[in-house]
C-alpha cells in the first residue's frame, strides 16, 4: 500500500539578491558588471535567515519566469560602487539582463545617486520582490528547498 504525504504548509521568506563583480561600466541606460561572481547569492532576516546561492547564469534564465517575474514587474537594486578612495552609493531599476561571458548588462532607470561611467568592484543588491526562487544551495535543513517558499 502507497501512502502520500500531506505536503507541508508553505512560508514565504523576504530576501535580497546580491551580485557581486570585479568593476562596472555605465552608458546609454546600460549598466554592465564586468568580472561577474559565478553565483548569486541571497539571504533573508529573521526569523529564518535563509542563505544560499544559484548560478549568474540560472539567474538570468529564469528572470521572466512565474506570474509575477522581475521581467514583468523589475525590481529595485542598490549598487555599492568602490573606488577611487570612496564608495558610490546608486539605485537603479533593472530591465533586460543580458549576460555574455562574465560580464552582466542590465538597461537601468536611476532612481536615486548617479552613475559613473567606470568604477571598480561593486556589489549590487536586488530586491526579491517579484521573483520565485530558483534552484539554490541553502545553508541548514533547508538544502534541498527550490523556490522562494520553503516547507517546514
Known amino acids: 500500500m502507497t501512502t502520500q504525504e500531506t505536503p507541508a504548509p508553505v512560508e514565504e521568506i523576504q530576501a535580497l539578491y546580491v551580485q557581486t563583480a570585479g568593476g562596472v561600466t555605465y552608458a546609454g541606460g546600460k549598466l554592465t558588471l564586468h568580472g561577474l561572481a ?4 541571497f539571504f533573508s ?4 535567515r535563509v542563505t544560499g546561492h544559484i548560478t ?3 539567474f538570468v534564465q529564469t528572470w521572466g519566469d ?3 517575474s522581475f521581467a514583468s514587474n523589475p525590481p529595485n537594486a542598490a549598487l555599492s560602487i568602490f573606488g577611487d578612495g570612496q564608495v558610490h552609493d546608486v539605485v537603479v531599476e533593472l ?3 543580458v ?6 548588462t542590465y538597461r537601468v532607470d536611476v532612481l ?15 530586491d526579491i520582490i517579484g521573483r520565485p526562487l530558483s534552484p539554490v544551495s541553502v545553508a541548514g535543513a533547508r538544502r534541498r528547498d527550490r523556490r522562494r517558499d520553503y516547507r517546514r
Open 112 to 126: 536615486d545617486g548617479e552613475l559613473p561611467a567606470t568604477g571598480g568592484p561593486s556589489s549590487l543588491f536586488i
Open 66 to 68: 512565474g506570474e509575477d
Open 45 to 48: 532576516d529573521r526569523p529564518d
Open 95 to 97: 530591465y533586460e539582463p
Open 56 to 58: 549568474s547564469t540560472e
Open 99 to 104: 549576460l555574455a561571458g562574465a560580464d552582466l
Open 38 to 41: 559565478p553565483a548569486t547569492l
